[in-house]
């Protein structure tokens, strides 16, 4: 494609160039662009398909030690990039120049483009395989063919720069009975073809499993949380293993490095090599490492941008991202993967006697501290090893870091939710309150 082609070096030079002669002493240039096309479905027929780019310029520079940061969307001025950026320096304190140093690798383009066709296709395809089965349910999707050009350049001689091509779906099925209604949704992201009978029989098995409306069980029970739902456990893991947290003394892991903190069931790491949210370097240039987080319950490793890094005397981990184009980078993940089990989800089905299965949920995680209290948005109710029916009106209460201790089994059913990459898992017991018939 010729949107792949790198944005332009003369204004990359220029910008540099000026920043250093307007007196900086150092400086980067961080651009970003994108191309998306969507094709939106709607009450089970195509509605729209729509093209959208963005292109951002974000220049970040340092004079007298204080740095600076301008951003740019479309259109540069160089100029006027420079002195807003020289001006911004003007209000912060000193810190130390954090720039990687004189290199130009060479990073391969990463995914494969997709015609608007194919999207249509497999939309159409999902929603008849759903509507088959179920020709009551009304269906919503969106399929999309997402390119993203990220290059970085600084005055100690750093270019680096790849492509990277990205595919996704999303569909819900809304299924009305009288005054019931149920929702169920999934998707998926990758960077070759996706897979939409896949992503349609897995709406198929939670239509099937909500056909009857069933009471919850009240009180401590075990619960399986399908990986779709899990995600919610991790971002607290995440936030617990951000150098940034340990470095405000905000994680309880802090002093933890070497001992037990989890489930010895449980290993936790990033790979830049795998998945659709692999990634070659992070937004300062650092290439991205393998690095393990927790082997088997033990804490091994914190992840770190470079300023956090030289606070906590150690390297960069290759982790360090812009939340935001006009952001400074800060300690983030780009994939987060748990090494899965070796059952299956319905094996893991048959080890309740009498206990919940989550699936999807309203609510966010419980934060740094743990601390969940969560609504059942999509949930069944299990006995003797059988799903008997959909629960209503549930709430499940706990505590993420308990919850990680307690684990009973890992499935074998990976699969990414957003950039995690997580099976599905049994807890040995949490709160649940739910509405009586």
């Known amino acids: 494609m010729v949107y792949k082609e790198l944005p332009n070096n003369f204004l990359v030079e220029q ?96 995914g494969e483009d997709v015609p608007i066709e194919k999207l249509v296709e497999w939309g159409k395809q999902a929603i008849a395989i759903i509507r088959d089965a179920y020709p009551d349910v009304i269906c919503t999707s969106e399929w999309e063919c997402d390119v993203e050009t990220t290059r970085l350049v600084n005055t100690k001689g750093l270019d680096c720069h790849y492509s990277d091509t990205t595919l996704s779906c999303y569909v819900e099925a809304e299924w009305v009975r009288g005054d019931d209604f149920l929702s169920v949704s999934d998707g998926q992201t990758k960077r070759g073809n996706l897979q939409p009978d896949r992503v349609a029989h897995q709406i198929l098995q939670r239509l099937a499993w909500a056909k009857e409306n069933v009471t919850s069980p009240n009180g401590r029970v075990p619960v399986l949380f399908t990986s779709k739902a899990a995600d919610m456990l991790w971002g607290t893991v995440q936030a617990a293993l951000n150098g940034k947290r340990v470095l405000e003394k905000a994680s309880p892991w802090v ?139 549930t709430m499940v209460a706990g505590n993420v870091y308990t919850v990680l201790k307690q684990l009973v089994k890992l499935g074998d059913d990976a699969d990414w939710n957003g950039s995690c990459y997580t099976p599905s898992l049994l807890v040995e017991g949490l709160s649940s309150t739910g509405k009586q018939n």
Request: aromatic share 8%; net charge negative.
């Open 255 to 393: 002093e933890r490095i070497g001992t037990p903190v989890m489930s010895p069931i449980l290993t936790l790491y990033q790979d830049p090599y795998a998945g659709p949210y692999s990634c070659p370097f992070d937004d300062e240039g650092t290439p991205t490492q393998s690095l393990v987080f927790i082997q088997d319950g033990v804490l091994q490793h914190f992840y770190c941008d470079r300023t956090t890094g030289r606070q906590l005397n150690m390297a960069s981990t290759g982790n360090g991202f812009r939340p935001g184009l006009g952001s400074y980078p800060t300690p983030g993940l780009f994939n987060f993967l748990i090494q899965p089990g070796d059952e299956s989800l319905q094996q893991l089905i048959q080890y309740l006697d009498d206990g919940l299965i989550v699936d999807q949920i309203l609510g966010s995680n419980g934060g740094i501290s743990g601390d969940f209290s969560i609504n059942v948005d999509l949930g069944y109710r299990v006995q003797n090893g059988h799903i008997i029916g959909r629960v209503k009106d």
């Open 15 to 110: 910008l540099l160039e000026l920043s250093i002669k307007s007196g900086a002493e150092a400086a980067e240039v961080y651009q970003s662009k994108s191309l998306s096309r969507p094709v939106f479905f709607e009450a089970n027929r195509l509605k729209q398909l729509e093209t959208s780019q963005s292109e951002g310029t974000a220049l970040r520079l340092w004079r007298n030690g204080c740095p600076g940061l301008a951003v740019a969307y479309g259109p540069v001025q160089p100029q006027a990039l420079v002195e807003r950026a020289l001006a911004l320096s003007q209000l912060n304190q000193p810190e130390a120049v954090e720039l990687n140093g004189d290199s130009k690798p060479s990073y391969p383009n990463l």
